[in-house]
């Protein structure tokens, strides 16, 4: 069980839930005024399994004793799916977990979450974002089978969608509002693995680094993802990490983004809605991301939160400049299409 002491959280304020890829980005946040850090073991158990991020069980143990010195929550996060016939090293994470003070564990293989609460019914156990629940059937299900406390809502729903969602069920939500957008219902996704292989849903990985490629052609970058082209870079145009879903191809006599532009979600302004819409905590997306990054946005985070919460105008953030591609978007919580 987790001998953390609590921060005290002003009635209604939403809780600040920031990344930690590694155990200086977890000193970072704390320090920068997060409620709460999420983060994963250095293997294939979590779904940001990457070369030079995440924990060792040492690791682990060191941040929780830092994190909890200072009333802030450690999350693990167990989000991948176990290979069929093989859940040792998943159970393991969820034991290891348990026996070092983490607050909660994030799962979205059902099987899993019916281990952990069996094998550590004291452990809080959240909902992945990858187990892709955004209804009140499904959300109820994972609460009454396997106790869940709170679910990461898919980044698909919008404000209205999510006060109507909360009516519904007895489960606090949580919600991404900075960071790296996905296109796809998250945990539904073949793309990196039709063409590296991998994916995030079983390895961990979306688009891995082995499988990246750049070539300067003349005037352009040219990026690569294994054998596919998946965009060529002028000059002038900054170069994102080629992911598919954020590819530039040629269709309809044109080179164009088919499914999603090079942009990071920024919901800043929307913490108001958020708040009226019964959101319990906010979370920021950037395990993959330093020091200087966690620093900055959660403290402009913790700023709007804080100024929220005494009713107060929020401050303005500027973030433009460490978003991708230099631009921002509101994403499906307006969905200005219908």
């Known amino acids: 069980m987790s001998l953390a002491v609590q921060k005290s959280v002003a009635p209604g304020a939403m809780e600040l839930v920031c990344p930690a890829g590694t155990p200086a980005a977890l000193r970072a946040a704390v320090e920068a005024g997060a409620d709460a850090v999420y983060l994963g073991f ?30 802030v929550r450690v999350l693990v996060a167990i989000n991948t799916y176990p290979r069929a016939g093989e859940p040792g090293p998943w159970r393991a994470a969820v034991d290891d977990a348990a026996r070092l003070g983490a607050d909660a564990v994030i799962l979205a293989d059902m099987g899993l979450a019916d281990y952990a609460r069996a094998a550590h019914p004291d452990l809080r156990r959240h909902l992945s974002v990858q187990a892709s629940a955004a209804n009140a059937e499904a959300i109820g299900f994972y609460a009454r089978e396997f106790g869940v ?26 919600v991404f509002v900075f960071g790296g957008l996905c296109v796809m219902a998250e945990g539904r996704c073949a793309l990196s693995s039709y063409v590296t292989g991998l994916s995030p849903n079983k390895d961990g990985v979306c688009s891995p680094a082995s499988h990246v490629r750049y070539e300067d052609q003349g005037d352009e970058l040219v990026s690569r993802l294994g054998a596919i082209t998946v965009n060529r ?21 044109r080179a164009q983004y088919l499914f999603e532009e090079p942009t990071s979600l920024n919901a800043l302004r929307l913490l108001p809605e958020l708040q009226a819409a019964g959101v319990t905590a906010l979370k920021i997306e950037g395990r993959q991301r330093g020091r200087a990054y966690v620093t900055r946005v959660v403290s402009a985070l913790r ?36």
């Open 303 to 338: 700023q709007a939160v804080d100024a929220l919460a005494r009713g107060e105008p929020m401050p303005e953030a500027e973030l433009a400049a460490i978003t991708e591609g230099g631009r921002q978007t509101a994403g499906a919580y307006e969905k200005a299409w219908r």
């Open 42 to 71: 250095r293997d294939e158990t979590n779904a940001r399994n990457f070369p030079g991020l995440n924990f060792s069980r040492a690791e682990l143990a060191e941040g929780v004793a830092f994190a909890h010195d200072r009333a």
């Open 233 to 253: 870079i002028g000059a002038d145009e900054p170069a994102g990490y080629p992911t598919l879903c954020k590819g530039r191809f040629d269709a309809c006599g």
């Open 149 to 174: 406390k709170r679910v990461v809502l898919p980044r698909v729903l919008t404000v209205p969608e999510i006060a109507a969602l909360n009516a519904e069920i007895d489960v606090e939500t949580e």
